[in-house]
């Protein structure tokens, strides 16, 4: 089997990954209904192989996707490339850096960060990088972040079988603040040939709200994004919204729902 550095963002994986989330359309929905009809300049950080970008495109002014994976850059690039996206790839503007030491330039009426990609730093990170996300937004912004707090039903293990050659465990680790998805590839035996991982923090809702509150950021409201397509133990999914303080958020009223 492949070695343990084996990621979901590099060489197979990024391939696998890709292949995987183009039917996790949820939290897509819910996305696409904050920013139809606005006309935005987005910002998406960890954009990965583009599943968010690729959706959002016809509905906003101009998206920038942003990820720090060449191998998943690389099949969004190709993915704009395709003949049924010549009329708006030029609205996308795809950078290869670390999020964490980004200089996008200029300033966005949105910031996505989706996936529960935000689970990937530790809350020295998370801290600087809500800073960050403050100074890009324009006055009134709204910053778009998705998190899931697995609930595996008492067990810390969980596999969800998404084809006959492929699987992914999840295993958390309450004592560690660990969480771990591991996609398996098998062979037509059942054999696992290659396995593919990546371990994100545990970060519960109530920690989510204060740094967002401490950031600056003031939470609109946090929407619960459905089932996705797995079944089993997916834990509580939401999508929060939060905005920069200034005019109101996006053109909407700035009431604050605790």
């Given at each position: 089997?492949?070695?343990?550095?084996?990621?979901?963002?590099?060489?197979?994986?990024?391939?696998?990954?890709?292949?995987?989330?183009?039917?996790?359309?949820?939290?897509?929905?819910?996305?696409?209904?904050?920013?139809?009809?606005?006309?935005?300049?987005?910002?998406?950080?960890?954009?990965?192989?583009?599943?968010?970008?690729?959706?959002?495109?016809?509905?906003?002014?101009?998206?920038?996707?942003?990820?720090?994976?060449?191998?998943?850059?690389?099949?969004?690039s190709e993915e704009l490339a395709r003949p049924n996206r010549k009329n708006i790839a030029s609205k996308a503007n795809v950078v290869l850096a670390d999020i964490l030491s980004l200089e996008p330039g200029g300033h966005f009426d949105c910031v996505v960060l989706g996936t529960t990609s935000f689970c990937l730093f530790d809350a020295d990170q998370r801290r600087s990088l809500l800073a960050d996300i403050r100074q890009w937004l324009n006055p009134g912004g709204e910053l778009l972040l998705s998190l899931r707090i697995p609930d595996l039903g008492g067990q810390n293990s969980y596999v969800h079988e998404v084809s006959p050659n492929l699987a992914i465990e999840e295993r958390f680790d309450a004592v560690r603040g660990t969480f771990s998805s591991t996609l398996i590839e098998r062979s037509d035996d059942g054999q696992a040939i290659a396995e593919y991982s990546v371990t994100t923090h545990l970060l519960t809702e109530s920690d989510l709200r204060t740094?967002?509150?401490e950031a600056g950021l003031v939470l609109?409201?946090?929407?619960?994004?459905?089932?996705?397509?797995?079944?089993?133990?997916?834990?509580?999914?939401?999508?929060?919204?939060?905005?920069?303080?200034?005019?109101?958020?996006?053109?909407?009223?700035?009431?604050?729902?605790?």
């Open positions: 089997m492949s070695g343990a550095q084996a990621t979901l963002y590099t060489g197979r994986g990024a391939e696998l990954y890709h292949e995987i989330v183009q039917s996790d359309t949820s939290e897509l929905r819910e996305i696409i209904h904050r920013l139809r009809g606005k006309d935005a300049r987005v910002l998406e950080l960890a954009a990965g192989s583009g599943r968010i970008t690729l959706a959002l495109l016809p509905f906003v002014r101009s998206i920038t996707a942003v990820d720090n994976s060449a191998e998943l850059l690389r099949i969004l740094e967002l509150r609109k409201d946090a929407v619960d994004v459905g089932p996705r397509n797995r079944v089993g133990a997916i834990g509580d999914y939401k999508l929060f919204r939060a905005h920069s303080p200034g005019p109101d958020a996006m053109g909407e009223s700035t009431d604050v729902q605790q």
